[in-house]
């Protein structure tokens, strides 16, 4: 198992450890995450308890976790978290626009048509298919990005470098 990053010298921080969302559904995120971007399960449990409440903010919630990784690696991770005993809240507005206040995890990616094409068939609003946005004159090869949202509004940005021009 790769090792956690240290911090950089001259900085504070550590490269990002992982990103984590709130969501409605665990199972309908695992769905995308797991099933058609194919990160796998580094955690799978229930929170719950006064810590789990304090970092939180909260009282007597539940939480179920998945922390999905690519590869070895522990860090740069994304982490999904879903409150149990809480009220559905309605699927955000599915939109095919980025606007002020939005996020995105970014992964490259090595198949960026074939996940495409899985992520339009299951009914995720797409912003950009697959497309060259920083041409590379006279190169055989591009750099490809699609740009997509969950179905809780979260955005999704996959990249797939050295891709022969299609």
């Known amino acids: 198992m790769t090792q956690e990053p240290g911090v950089p010298d001259s900085f504070v921080l550590s490269p990002l450890m992982r990103s984590t969302h709130f969501v409605r559904d665990l199972d309908e995120s695992l769905k995308l995450y797991r099933d058609i971007l194919g990160l796998r399960a580094r955690v799978e449990r229930t929170l719950k308890g006064d810590l789990t409440d304090e970092?939180?903010?909260?009282?007597?919630?539940?939480?179920k976790v998945a922390i999905l990784q690519a590869g070895d690696l522990v860090y740069a991770n994304v982490g999904l978290f879903q409150f149990v005993e809480d009220d559905v809240s309605p699927r955000p507005e599915q939109r095919t626009y980025v606007k002020t206040g939005d996020a995105a995890v970014v992964f490259l990616t090595s198949d960026i048509f074939g996940v495409y094409e899985k992520v339009k068939a299951a009914g995720y609003p797409i912003v950009s298919p697959p497309m060259v946005l920083f041409p590379q004159e006279g190169s055989n090869t591009q750099s490809y990005e699609m740009f997509f949202f969950d179905h809780d509004g979260i955005g999704v940005n996959l990249i797939q470098r050295d891709t022969p021009e299609r």
């Not at 970092?55 to 939480?63: A, D, F, R, Y």
């Open 55 to 63: 970092i939180l903010g909260t009282t007597g919630k539940p939480v």
